[in-house]
């Protein structure tokens, strides 16, 4: 009895940390939300859906590997260069930290768009704007499916959990 609900907190502590952890570049989002149902799974409140974690971990799996694939691949897609993806992710890196929670999208536009402007022997002579824009666009696009499968994954813990 103790246990479980020792579990269940953890579970929503994971899922809380898994939800700012859609935000936060350090911090697994899903993988995290993932192992709040896992600790979930072993109470005893938890239904029978045993192919619910089976499904959602392969989901949490494949959109951590699509969030770390997506930014680039965007980026490269609207002209970006090499340095304009590591001034994103520089900016990324340094905007968690310095303007909370705006920095996240703002510092990685403008570590983008001065990572192309440096990008003086460009032999593709890319849009720096539209490339600063993509890096943008991959990761909203990135953070929109994590915080999609974080949520997913809470619904079906408070499904489990409380609602059967």
């Not at 899903?30 to 089976?54: C, E, M, Q, V």
């Amino acid at each position: 009895m103790i246990l479980d609900y020792f579990l269940i907190a953890l579970a929503i502590i994971l899922l809380i940390l898994g939800f700012l952890g859609c935000i936060m570049p350090i911090i697994p989002g899903p993988p995290l939300s993932w192992l709040g149902l896992l600790a979930a799974y072993f109470t005893k409140y938890w239904g029978n859906a045993g192919n619910i974690l089976l499904w959602t971990g392969v989901l949490a799996l494949a959109v951590t590997i699509i969030d770390y694939v997506l930014p680039i691949w965007v980026t490269k897609k609207m002209g970006g260069t090499k340095r304009g993806i590591w001034g994103a992710t520089i900016g990324l890196a340094v905007g968690v930290f310095l303007l909370p929670p705006f920095g996240i999208i703002v510092v990685p536009f403008v570590g983008a768009l001065l990572g192309e402007y440096s990008n003086k022997h460009s032999e593709t002579k890319s849009n720096p704007w539209r490339s600063a824009t993509g890096s943008l666009l991959g990761f909203l696009l990135g953070t929109g499916l994590k915080f999609a499968t974080s949520g997913i994954i809470a619904y079906h813990f408070v499904v489990e959990i409380f609602l059967r």
